[in-house]
């Protein structure tokens, strides 16, 4: 199946038309209200129009993944209770990476339900801290967020479960530190499908860093290039990016939630975000020489 995959623009990508002073020119287009919808099985969008935000559901309680923005707090309750969930039967909230366009909401829908915050090592520092840590690649862009409470570490966890559900944990640093990749089976019947939420694997920075080599994250190509792997061989039937213009979700549904979503299905998407991924990459290598 063919489907025209819509990359950002740089200034919509670096979290970033952020600056250090809060500032963000992109905010009010990212939080534009999104009607949510199914995606499959279990599986639904209660993200904002510009943002991602997927609710894994389950009798025993569900699993959410990011908050978007600090703003987007009321409108992602407000999507979990018009599918006709309710937010305080959310268990766990998990976190693609600690920028304030990902994680600004989470504190926020963390004492709203009174779930549990679960994130990578790295993450999770950012999330007690409200603020991503000197070596992350956009650091002189990012205004701090409200910090969650309670942060559990993944540590050498593989996955996170709430009854029935099984996230499993697929690093992939590179974007930030600390980024994370998400995975699941979600089932209709007897066919079940694989499931990933993609963290991002955009190579931008302020204006001081280089992925070619930078004291502040000297791992950041090697991770950059191994999580580039990882959506290469993980498997993957349905792709919802951080980002989720960057995997063409708006061209399946639109702002009322209407489309096909028989079309979300689409088994080569792992590996074209990874070829996306790795252009823009070895794009910025070449532009710091």
């Not at 640093?173 to 019947?189: I, R």
């Not at 088994?267 to 996306?276: F, N, S």
Request: hydrophobic share 35%.
């Amino acid at each position: 199946m063919q489907r025209i995959w819509f990359p950002l623009l740089a200034s919509l990508a670096i979290g970033g038309t952020a600056s250090a002073q809060g500032e963000c020119a992109q905010c009010k287009v990212w939080n534009e209200d999104q009607a949510p919808f199914q995606i499959y099985g279990n599986t639904y969008y209660v993200g904002t129009h510009g943002l991602s935000s997927v609710l894994v559901t389950s009798p025993q309680g569900h699993i959410l993944i990011d908050g978007a923005l600090p703003e987007s707090a009321p409108l992602i309750q407000q999507h979990i209770e018009k599918l006709g969930f309710r937010l305080s039967d959310v268990k766990v909230i998990l976190n693609s990476h600690v920028h304030f366009d990902h994680a600004g909401g989470i504190a926020e829908l963390q004492k709203r339900s009174g779930a549990k915050v679960v994130a990578s090592d790295i993450a999770a520092k950012a999330l007690s801290n409200g603020k991503s840590s000197e070596d992350d690649p956009q650091f002189a862009l990012l205004p701090p967020f409200t910090p969650s409470k309670d942060v559990a570490a993944l540590g050498a966890q593989k996955s996170v479960s709430v009854g029935p559900l099984t996230l499993n944990v697929v690093h992939t640093p590179g974007h930030t530190p600390g980024g994370t990749t998400w995975t699941w089976k979600s089932c209709e019947g007897e066919r079940c499908l694989n499931m990933v939420y993609g963290d991002s694997l955009n190579a931008i920075s302020d204006k001081t860093f280089k992925y070619s080599g930078d004291a502040r994250y000297p791992q950041a190509s090697a991770n950059m290039r191994a999580s580039i792997a990882a959506f290469e061989s993980m498997p993957c039937d349905i792709l919802v990016a951080a980002h989720p213009e960057f995997t063409g979700l708006w061209s399946v549904f639109d702002q009322q939630g209407k489309g096909d979503r028989t079309k979300l299905v689409d088994a080569t998407a792992c590996k074209r975000y990874a070829a996306g991924g790795k252009t823009r990459f070895e794009q910025r290598l070449q532009s710091e020489k």
